[in-house]
């Protein structure tokens, strides 16, 4: 099921002394934070927006000026907070990509149809990303790769892989 909120980052501290966050986001484009007009964080149960007044990236470095924070002790109290956009203001994937959030807790399957498990997480180190299915034997970790991943379908649900090179490349815990 997709979420209607995608998570893009998290404060990890303050910048400065005039109320600059430091965001270790959770995007393959941290430029993208140029274009963001508001962030969402949450609120309890809801979310509460707030305007982006400024961004700068430097490297993988991502720094935020948000509405309302306007010093380093209001920053400080933003450590830790989660930003999201809603779907409306993501940004257009191209044909081939998905967001991780829509793919977490699918099921995979070998090109045969046997299930492997569940997929728990995507870790992206960098190069190439790595699937984590939770299967009865411990999870399987996966390289991201299209001879691997033979099939990610959010429509259908499920996700399938070529149990020749999972034998390969992946690793059991």
Excluded at 67 to 74: K, L, P, Y
Excluded at 83 to 99: G, Q
Excluded at 145 to 154: A, C, R
Aim: glycine fraction near 10%; charged fraction near 30%.
């Amino acid at each position: 099921m997709k979420q209607e909120h995608l998570l893009i980052g998290e404060i990890t501290k303050p910048q400065g002394i005039r109320g600059e966050v430091k965001v270790r986001h959770y995007t393959d484009d941290p430029d993208r934070f140029y274009d963001l007009e508001t962030v969402l964080i949450p609120d309890g149960a809801t979310f509460r927006e707030i305007a982006v007044t400024g961004a700068r990236v430097n490297g993988d470095d991502v720094f935020l000026t948000l509405e309302g924070i306007a010093d380093r002790n209001e920053a400080e109290k933003m450590r830790g907070l989660k930003l999201y956009v809603d779907r409306a203001h993501a940004r257009e994937l191209p044909e081939d990509e998905v967001f991780i959030a829509d793919i977490i807790g699918l099921p995979a399957f070998d090109t045969k149809g046997n299930p492997i498990g569940t997929l728990t997480e995507v870790l992206t180190p960098g190069g190439v990303d790595v699937f984590v299915f939770k299967t009865p034997k411990g999870n399987l970790m996966t390289p991201g790769l299209k001879d691997v991943l033979q099939e990610v379908n959010v429509e259908e649900g499920r996700i399938v892989l070529n149990e020749v090179r999972l034998a390969e490349v992946s690793i059991l815990q």
